[in-house]
């Protein structure tokens, strides 16, 4: 059965770093694309950072230099990381995957999401 579950949402102070986690059962993330995906209050959906299953990271445009994900195919999790954080940056943040995660192509066959975890940054 294939799971994701995030973690690592809370309160973020501007300037600052925020960290998340997602843990992955059901397939392994050391040969499959991930993503994180993240939507602010009032905002649409949105592509925040993508690894290919080679292990290819790709971040958007607005976060590029301050995005870093990674992964670690013993515990079969992935994370991101962004720094020097604004209010821009409050959103619920969500690991998915899928048959198409943009520029990092194919991930798994079938799109599977967490239920996501809330930031929230504020000076």
């Known amino acids: 059965q294939v799971q994701l579950v995030e973690s690592g949402g809370g309160l973020v102070h501007v300037g600052g770093a925020l960290s998340l986690s997602c843990v992955v059962s059901?397939?392994?993330?050391?040969?499959?694309?991930m993503g994180w995906f993240r939507q602010a209050p009032g905002k649409t959906f949105e592509a925040v950072a993508c690894?290919?299953?080679?292990?290819?990271?790709y971040c958007e445009d607005s976060i590029r230099g301050r995005c870093m994900m990674s992964r670690d195919g013993a515990k079969n999790m992935v994370f991101l990381e962004i720094t020097k954080v604004t209010e821009e940056d409050t959103a619920g943040y969500f690991c998915?995957?899928?048959?198409?995660?943009?520029?990092?192509?194919?991930?798994?066959?079938?799109?599977?999401w967490g239920k996501g975890t809330v930031v929230s940054v504020s000076s």
């Open positions: 998915g995957t899928g048959p198409d995660l943009g520029p990092c192509g194919a991930g798994y066959s079938k799109d599977y």
């Open positions: 059901g397939f392994s993330v050391s040969s499959t694309g």
């Open positions: 690894m290919t299953g080679d292990g290819h990271v």
